[in-house]
């Protein structure tokens, strides 16, 4: 049972077919609109959500307990951020792409068109169940696809919502986007019957579903989990570190995958830089997602087991832990923890935690935090931090990880020009930017013959050995 209400049953793997029937049908018609209709139409399904702003943020308050201002500005006004990106760009992103031909094709055009896949599959997590399933719906739709939604069943009401919405406008074919109700295995349902997966969860689930893929040679793209390295040199702008690993790692009770998990600090400034964390954490005010909560609860059940198996482990290690007292368990509110003097074998270095715990360990040298912060399968976000911000840069470059910050943190997902997405056990394939949408279509090349209209080529029938030897010559200079 979710903390704020139960459980809503789930379909069937013969409901997903017929859901998957009605979907299909309805991209037929969809994919036969002009790009700007169906960017006009979905402007219009946005405009309608987002008047649904006080209901959309009250239940998802209500499901996550999350603050007020991270449900407006993360969940919200992130998706209102990808609308827009992609509604803008996506005339040039998806438009023919001429490619270069040998010379003597001179005759003939050639191009790239990108052709809808047909349903795409989204299965999405508990952590942002509105920011993830509807940012990644709005591309795929804008491209030409059916969109079928399986949320986590922990927080599928607001997306419910949206799906509501979306029929009430009547501005999109009956089934083209519909939210699935159910459990992993719902999950699989639906991902057997997707044209292509986008799956964003842990990396366990993330390779099932993948292994299903593969059978039927389908395209995935997996966005896991992660451990963000934060590097911070010696020279580091203080005051904005600090406040950057505090909101990096305890923004949505650290239930977010690019989240601050590991702080590597230079010991000269270790004393200074964990003090001010541990002032700055003691200044955030928890509650039950009021406006001016800066900290809510867990979301998940079973991540309170995580956190406090995280933090005995450190315990027993040897680190100073303060905080992690469970404040209430049935309300999953526990407080935010500091790990210091943090070492490679403790599991809040090395596995995933995925809640409000920073731990922060001192390193002698940017080597030695480099080496460090690549030691994990994870590779997802990481952060550099330095004054010069040129040997950060520098510095970032060799750091494994699909998505680095020089000086900040947790912003890429909303620079939606930037691909997002992990390397190693974080995910395949990147969400976002032009390439991400280009994902969502296959690229189908075109080959047009266009004059003389009725002299065959010199290549086919019949042979010779003259021919031969000028197409051999017509060739060296292609
Ligand atoms: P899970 O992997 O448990 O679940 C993710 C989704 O997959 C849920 O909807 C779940 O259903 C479904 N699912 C579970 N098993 C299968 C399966 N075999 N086939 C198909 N679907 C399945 O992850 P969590 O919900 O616990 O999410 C937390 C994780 O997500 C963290 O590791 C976090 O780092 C990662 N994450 C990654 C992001 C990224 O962009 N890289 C962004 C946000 C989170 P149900 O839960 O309903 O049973």
């Not at 001179?106 to 989204?122: E, Q, S």
């Not at 399986?150 to 949206?162: C, G, H, M, Q």
């Not at 450190?314 to 905080?323: C, E, L, N, P, S």
């Amino acid at each position: 049972m979710a903390v704020s209400g139960t459980i809503l049953p789930g379909v069937s793997k013969e409901q997903v077919q017929e859901r998957a029937a009605a979907a299909r049908q309805a991209q037929t018609v969809w994919a036969r609109y002009t790009l700007s209709e169906r960017v006009r139409r979905l402007r219009a399904v946005w405009a309608e959500i987002d008047a649904a702003r006080p209901r959309i943020v009250e239940t998802i308050r209500e499901e996550t307990g999350k603050p007020v201002a991270e449900i407006e500005t993360m969940e919200i006004d992130g998706v209102s951020l990808i609308l827009t990106y992609f509604t803008r760009h996506a005339h040039r992103i998806l438009k023919d792409r001429p490619v270069s031909k040998p010379w003597f094709f001179f005759n003939k055009r050639a191009y790239v068109r990108h052709v809808p896949r047909g349903i795409i599959g989204l299965i999405t997590p508990w952590n942002m169940p509105f920011l993830i399933p509807v940012g990644d719906a709005v591309p795929a739709l804008i491209s030409g696809n059916a969109v079928l939604l399986k949320p986590s069943e922990w927080t599928p009401r607001s997306a419910l919502i949206v799906e509501e919405i979306v029929k009430a406008t009547g501005l999109l074919p009956e089934g083209l986007f519909q939210v699935i109700i159910g459990d992993g295995a719902v999950g699989a349902a639906v991902a057997d019957e997707s044209d292509m997966i986008l799956f964003t969860g842990s990396t366990a689930s993330g390779k099932k579903v993948a292994r299903a893929a593969a059978e039927r040679l389908k395209p995935v793209v997996l966005e896991l989990g992660g451990k963000h390295p934060m590097i911070v040199l010696r020279d580091a702008p203080l005051e904005r570190a600090v406040k950057a690993a505090v909101w990096g790692r305890f923004a949505n009770s650290g239930q977010i995958c690019v989240g601050v998990e590991r702080v590597f600090v230079e010991e000269e400034l270790y004393p200074r830089f964990t003090e001010a964390v541990a002032k700055e954490i003691k200044s955030l005010r928890q509650g039950e997602g009021g406006e001016d909560t800066d900290l809510g609860r867990l979301i998940f059940p079973r991540q309170l087991e995580v956190v406090q198996a995280h933090l005995e482990d450190a315990r027993a290690k040897g680190a100073r832990v303060t905080g992690g007292e469970i404040i209430d368990a049935e309300k999953l509110l526990v407080s935010p923890a500091l790990v210091l003097d943090a070492r490679p074998d403790m599991k809040v270095m090395s596995e995933e935690t995925f809640g409000p715990v920073l731990a922060v360990m001192p390193v002698r040298s940017p080597e030695e935090a480099l080496r460090l912060a690549n030691d994990t399968p994870f590779g997802l976000a990481a952060s550099v931090w330095s004054r010069d911000v040129a040997r950060a840069e520098a510095l970032s470059a060799f750091v494994e990880a699909g998505l680095v910050s020089v000086n900040d943190v947790l912003s890429h997902y909303v620079v939606c020009s930037l691909p997002f997405g992990g390397v190693k056990d974080s995910g395949l394939g990147r969400r976002h930017s032009d390439e991400g949408m280009r994902m969502f279509c296959q690229p189908q090349s075109v080959l047009v013959h266009e004059w003389p209209p009725n002299l065959p080529e010199m290549w086919w029938f019949p042979y010779s050995r003259m021919k031969t030897r000028l197409i051999s010559w017509m060739t060296r200079f292609a």
